[in-house]
């Protein structure tokens, strides 16, 4: 039997045809009970395009059979295209050598975030374009309501380090094509963000497992407050001077009534 703290990963897979190519949506966790061999006897075709924006999390065992698989998959010349790779799975991309086994990264998934609402958003970010425009920067967005912005909630640095590798395939636009059927047969997105057409999108996947630590707000504060070690320091002063002036005040009266008790 199973020790009772693992939870055993559901790992649902969609699999989907069409001409020359496997369309394959996995929506979950990728851990030792992803059962991803399943998948492999579905598939036909010379091109895969696997949907991995409803990746929420992998653990170091999904870590090693997803690149097993992918392998495997791989082998015999088929080609491989991954779509909407989840922040979870951009984590091993950028850390785990030959994680993507050569596999072509259509679309990522980039977390934003809005300091002013709150709001937290993965956004459809196009690698091709990433590349062309020469910085690692991830590009400015709106939450939707005025004055407020929408912000790369990662580091940029490490989220767009596997841009460095990936020369873009000579026939893009071909594959691009069967990348939007493959999507289409999907149903659409796995993944609700921004750009895609899709209506009755499933909820968000949880919160991935590789959290990278939330960049701290730089910027003062509007009115340029006081820094915080300055703030702490004036508000036990101000407690010093109230207890001070209470503790006077209990002496003035204590004074005042042996006086007139005299
Ligand atoms: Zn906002």
Redesign the pocket.
Known sequence: MEPAETQPGRLEKIVRHGDGWTAVGLRGTIDEHAGLTAVTAALRGAVVVLDLGAIARINSVGVRDWMNWLKAVGEGGRRIVLVDCSPAMMDQVNLVRNFTQGAWVDSILAPYF?D??G?ERDERLDPVALRRSGTREAPELS?G?PA?D?TFDDIEEGYFAFLDDREPPADLDALRRVIAQARAALGGPLNEVTGGASGDAPPRPPSRTVTAPRPTVLEPLPAAPPRPAETRRAGTELLFLVLLTALGGLLGYLLYLMTTLD
Do not use: F, S, T
């Open positions: 809005c002013r609402c709001l939450c309501k407020c929408l």
